[in-house]
């Protein structure tokens, strides 16, 4: 994985985010087109980062894509500027997340809305579970009216941060307050349209990396495809559910259509972990010092006749499976299977930098461009 860039713009009176809409000129906010592959000149949607001081939003992005651990974060510093984040894991995730300083003053003159949320695909709130969340809310029905009037195509994704010191009664009674409050502020105010995704997350357990998995698969226009690909797959190969993730972030970019539990998708982070060190430590590194290459390939038995099986996509992408083990009898078909699925992945990454590369000249969206490999055949 490459993070291209970490860059830094000053942010207070006469924030230098000025100087970066030259850098960045994305022109015209159209609406759909930031998710799209031809939106602007790099292609990538902005993901931004806002809650009040000390709520966990530079914890949570340090954890989620700089592999930090959460002890580790105790020793942050609080942000005074814009921290803007290249995420270049993958043809397919590839995003900027931008961190705002907690105490971002929107009646600033300064402060340029238009620019800030014009090109922005998603805002992920962040409030503190464990302290009292008042003012927090406040700060959402600010944040959440400014934005929308700026670009109704925000997805509005609110994580009810550190909720690890909570009982679940307490965790369950928080969700339910918060989303009837912050839903009940919009509408009195006549934002019956707005739509606000919740979710509980904490950095010491995985669901900070669930939660993010959910935020960046809906920024991903070919998601059905890669869902219907996958759902192709499980049921031709007797696998009970399969994830594809993004092996550096270890956020999965699809799954097949059966409910994802959380105790599966630990399992399968877990394997990706034991992998990665297993190859660090003993595999050949490529040029690039990448432990994670296209033969990388993993089987592990559990104690219960249940099988986790790992298979390289390709350079940044895992395809991680959950079956039972005697399924795994018929391995040859599940192998086979494997390669028309990484096959038709990788046409559909094929696709996607055609589309890129044609970006003035074609109406056609890049689902219906994709729609012939949900067809690829597999064996039964
Ligand atoms: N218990 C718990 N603490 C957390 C969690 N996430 C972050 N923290 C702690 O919260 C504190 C503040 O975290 P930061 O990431 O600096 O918060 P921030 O929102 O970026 O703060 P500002 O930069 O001031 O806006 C740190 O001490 C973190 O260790 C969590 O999930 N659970």
Redesign the pocket.
Known sequence: MSYEQEEEDHYGPGYEVGSYTKDYNDGPYDGESDLNVNSNPEGKPRILLM??????????QKVVFHKMS?NE??F????NKIVKDEISNSSFVQFQIW?F??QVDFFDSNFDCEMIFGGCGALVF?IDA?DDYIDALMKLNLTVTRAYKVNPNIRFEVFI??V??LSDDHKIEAQRDIHQRANDELMEEGFDSVNLSFYL????DHS?FEAFSKVVQKLIPQLPTLENLLNIFVSNSGIEKAFLFDVVSKIYIATDSSPVDMQSYELCCDMIDVVVDISCIYGTKDADGAAFDHQSLSLIKLNNSTILYLREVNRFLALVCILREDHFARQGLIDYNFVCFRNAIQEVFEVRMQVQQASNNTNQSAGELIQPLNSVALKE
């Open positions: 809650g009040l001081r000390r709520s966990g939003k530079s914890s949570i959460p974060t105790l942050l510093e609080s942000t961190d300083p907690g962040v464990q941060h550190k690890d010191g997350t904490s950095i010491y900070i």
